[in-house]
Structure formats: C-alpha cells, structure tokens
C-alpha cells in the first residue's frame, strides 16, 4: 500500500492510543513517520508496534532530530530504515531538508513565557532543518513550536477533545497564507486499556482509536478545501439522539362525531 508514500509525518502528543494508530495507518500507506513517546516503555511499544518505518523519539529530541541532530541520547530507532514519519514528533529520515527553521523561541513541550515571541511558523528562516508534510498534535500548545518544520502547503491536525472551534479556526487564519490547513478531530467514547465502565453514546458502543485516527488522516490528505473545522468523532455524543415525539394519545372512551 502506498496511500502516503513520499508523505512525511510528524506525530506529537501522546504515543499511545490515537497518535500511535495514526502513525500505525501513515506507515503502512508508505510514509515516512517520526513518533515521540513520552516514557521509555511508551517508545518501546511504539517501537514494536511500528517496526523499521519509523523513528520513536523523546518529546524533548523533537526539535533536536529536526534541526539535523540525532537525539541518540532519548530517541529509539524502529529499525535500520530512513523513514521519517512521527507520532508526537517529527520526522528524521535522511531526506534532504528542504528548509530551514528559526533559531529563537523555545524547544517542543517547553514552555512560551520567556519574554520571547513564540515561533509561529511564519517568519524567515535562517538555520537548516528537516520538514514534514503534515503534523498531528494533540493541541496547539504541542503544535505551535513545530510549525517551522511544516511545509508550506502541509496540514495540520489536532487530535484532543480539548481545542475549541474558535482556536482551530484562529490558527487556520494565521497560517492560511502559507497554504497550511489546520483542522481538529473531537474523539469522544474512545475505548481505552483499563478504561472503567462509560455511558454509551448514541451509537450504542465504544469507539475505537483506529476510527479517530482514519478521521484524522482524512482530514490531513483527503479534505484539501477544508480548514478551521472539528470534526466529532464521538459515536453521536455531541449530537445526544431524540425520540421523534409521540402521536397524540386520542381519549378512551366512544367519541361523538361532530358534523
């Protein structure tokens, strides 16, 4: 399958879950993946789970292994491939970089209230750096360091329930003009290891992290005329049903027919 071949993606956030089953469906389409995980057992799975196509890093690697350092000391290679596809970070394969990146703001995951202006991704650059087409981010804090990496003309998806529609939509106007969607997958009822008993939405069952990730994935590949929008992946939870309401009940008894 070669769906995302030539793609290259960044995964950010959380590993396990829907970032790793989007990562997952992106190396199987032939993408080249980079994924950060958080804990050392998190990258182990990833590892195991994704094989040679793709590179599992610390969150705090991320920016190193795009700015053209290795991250050896907190990355972990699935393999001897060159692949460059992530989830929770961004790409490291041996492409060549086609941009550069800025060499102020601050490094994924660290905090913006320095006094410094955040990076937004649409300043000059002036320092060498791998890019990736598309960017998967469980909010827009993890994302918006990373926007310098993102090429012009890529996508950008966020995977929490917690972005609201006005920011999805405010960080679509701000990179509108260098061709960058950004959209938002809302999963909700998503079954979960060790999870307890939920409420059941309309549906009538859980949802699972691979139908999160393949709304996610369309909205990053498929959608190309749509920016701004969030998309519930709930199971009908922000929607709850309706009974259609009942027909009159008529009173018992005989009625007289009045002419």
Known sequence: MTKYARRRA???????????????????GGASVLLAARTAGARAHAVTELGSAARVVAPSAVEDVLAGGTGADTAARTGTGTSTSTSTSTSTSTDTPTGTHPDTGTRSGAATDT?????????PR?????????????AIPSARPLLPYVEDGGAIVL????????????????LAARGIR???????????????????????RLGAAEE??????????????????????????ARPCTRPPSPPRLPSGNLEHTP
């Open 10 to 28: 960044l995964v950010v956030g959380e590993a396990t879950g829907i970032g790793l089953a989007i990562a997952k469906r992106l190396v199987e």
């Open 115 to 123: 006094g410094a202006a955040p990076r937004t991704g649409t300043g």
């Open 126 to 138: 002036t320092a060498p750096g791998l890019r990736v087409d598309l960017l998967f981010a469980d």
């Open 159 to 174: 995977t929490s329930p917690t972005p609201c529609p006005d920011a999805v939509r405010a960080l679509a106007a701000e």
């Open 182 to 204: 950004v959209n938002a997958v809302a999963p909700g009822c998503i079954e979960a290891p060790g999870s307890g008993a939920v409420p059941l939405p309309p549906l009538g």
């Open 212 to 237: 999160v990730a393949r709304a996610a994935l369309f909205l990053a590949t498929e959608a190309t005329f749509t920016t701004g929008a969030r998309l519930p992946v709930d199971g009908g939870l």
